[in-house]
């Protein structure tokens, strides 16, 4: 009897998505100074920079040297794009949202992409991972509740809008992850997507993204070493677990959206903010358990 566990992948995944939360907390600064589309748009330069010679090391996923196939190759523009048009939307948002706010109301992309990974992946939809994502959603019904009680203006509701939007293209984009994953290197990913997101902005940099003052490079410069090593982290991770495993991690993300936000904005944590991250918490615990009987073959 050979057990496989998916508790490196777990791991992994999680260490994954901790820096994609502290990442926002620095885009959230770029975007407040520069604007979402020029801060996307210097970030992914610099992670260009930096993943060129990483990739050219280490290769494709089979250790070749050389560009990818034909479809590796289609899936790197595809998930680009989505990846571009949902980022955009997602830090346009952000500069007008706290940041707890912002990632609670991202977390509908994850029970989406739960139902998109069973109907494009041919992965079977276990009722306890079904289970977990809905806890996990209560949770950030708790925190929205709490929340949104208030009144707001133009801009922060052009803000909630701007950030559902991008909620739906990251549902997409955690389907296309793990297709993308069992095709690429956690590198060939990281590289590509980042390379392909920085051309596509660059058809509107010279009119919105001017370049950046001195001090803001090293803002960018962080945000695109969290924004790679998350990349290849999660790109290892899906290429070893399920979707289904992996996804509800990704309310993980609140609880350092929650720290970012409250360390680096002053945004304050709440009793419906404390009371939903359990509620998180407790759904990703529920969907994970499912794996273990699963995962033990002849």
Known sequence: MRRHTTLLPV?????GMACFGVMDGFMKAASITLGAYAALYWRNLAGTLM????WLMRGNKDGRRGLPGRAAMRLHILRSCVSGIMAV?????LARTPVAEAMALSFIA???????AAATLGEEL??????GSVVALAGVGVIVAGKF????NAESIKGLVAILASAVLYAWNLVLQRRQSQLASPEEISFFQTLFIFCLLGLGAWWFAPPPALPMWPILAASAVLSVGSLMLLGWAYARAEAQVLVPLEYTAFIWAAIVGWVAFSEPLTLHTLAGVVLIVAGCLIALRRADPAATHA
Do not use: D, K, N, S
Not at 11 to 15: G, H
Not at 51 to 54: D, E, S
Not at 149 to 152: P, S
């Open 11 to 15: 791991l992994v995944a999680l260490t």
């Open 51 to 54: 993943m060129l010679p990483i």
């Open 89 to 93: 939307l997602f830090f346009y948002g």
């Open 110 to 116: 994850p029970l989406l992409a739960l139902y998109l």
């Open 126 to 131: 276990a009722p306890r991972a079904v289970g």
């Open 149 to 152: 009680g208030g009144h707001y």
